[in-house]
């Protein structure tokens, strides 16, 4: 069955890095586009960054953009989510998911596989 399997989350200082990977398994990835969302307690989920199953296209909220930088490896079955510059309100459980087909990339609904998310904490 599909797999995403989310790491690279932990604790970190405002200003600093956390890189984000998920590999999957279970699907021909290299045909999916991906995803990065998050949900933070209290908060619906929110989406991050997205990118085509090329790596050609990349789409990111603005809260994240210079900051974010999503990429993949096909060869590898893994995306990576770079996180620069964290501030405490970027604290959340972060989800990577897969999608097929042209969506609307903000929708979470329209993805197909979910990972079960990993949680990154940023203090002030």
């Known amino acids: 069955q599909v797999q995403l399997v989310e790491s690279g989350g932990g604790l970190v200082q405002a200003g600093g890095s956390l890189r984000l990977s998920c590999a999957a398994s279970?699907?021909?990835?290299?045909?999916?586009?991906m995803g990065w969302f998050r949900q933070a307690p209290g908060k619906e989920r929110e989406f991050v960054a997205a990118?085509?199953?090329?790596?050609?296209?990349?789409y990111y909220a603005e809260f994240v953009k210079g900051r974010f930088t999503i990429s993949r490896d096909n060869a590898k079955n893994t995306v990576y989510l770079q996180m620069n510059s964290l501030k405490a309100e970027d604290t959340a459980v972060y989800y990577c998911?897969?999608?097929?087909?042209?969506?609307?990339?903000?929708?979470?609904?329209?993805?197909?596989?979910w990972g079960q998310g990993t949680q990154v904490t940023v203090s002030s």
């Open positions: 998911a897969a999608y097929g087909g042209r969506i609307k990339v903000i929708e979470d609904k329209e993805y197909h596989f």
């Open positions: 279970g699907l021909t990835f290299s045909a999916y586009g």
């Open positions: 990118i085509s199953w090329s790596g050609g296209r990349t």
